[in-house]
């Protein structure tokens, strides 16, 4: 068991715990309210804060193992070269994208620090939550490029997503 936890990146680390802290919440809000009697508006938000989080560390690592969705049937037709150049085209035009949302969440959430608006239950500024959106598509590009980078060092081509590792 402690050698398949050797070898974990961090957002797979932070995506467990926080995917934890989800199961945790609700499973205390189920058992408190059905069982005890009582409940408490924050835990419900609190798992909600977290589980959108933990999606974002989610669609990181499917980045850093280059396994997130995409058509690549028609990509395995193509040699190896055309294969390794297609996909960087894409993961350009990715990243360009990602850039666009980095730079507009930034601006939002620069606006949510100067006009805050605060949780209901927690007390605490959203722009702490929306922080993710910013934060996420930035290491997603590091991601990306690292993906990039070793695609073209190691001689890797289309990873099948079908395929389990």
């Not at 980095?102 to 608006?117: N, T």
């Not at 702490?128 to 590009?141: A, D, N, R």
């Not at 991601?143 to 980078?149: A, L």
């Amino acid at each position: 068991m402690i050698s398949s936890l050797k070898g974990r990146s961090v957002e797979e680390w932070l995506g467990v715990v926080l995917m934890t802290i989800v199961l945790v919440l609700l499973s205390a809000q189920v058992i408190g309210r059905y069982v005890l009697g009582w409940s408490f508006a924050w835990i419900e938000e609190v798992s909600r804060f977290a589980f959108v989080w933990s999606v974002y560390f989610g669609f990181i690592l499917a980045a850093e193992k280059d396994r997130h969705i995409r058509v690549s049937v028609q990509l395995s037709m193509l040699s190896s070269r055309a294969q390794k150049i297609a996909l960087t085209l894409a993961d350009l035009i990715w990243l360009a994208f990602n850039a666009i949302v980095i730079w507009f969440g930034v601006i939002y959430i620069a606006d949510m620090f100067s006009f805050p608006m605060v949780s209901q239950t927690t007390g605490i500024n959203i722009a702490w939550i929306q922080l993710i959106v910013p934060l996420g598509f930035l290491l997603l590009s590091v991601r990306v490029i690292q993906v990039m980078i070793r695609r073209w060092k190691h001689d890797e081509g289309v990873i099948d997503t079908r395929l389990d590792d």
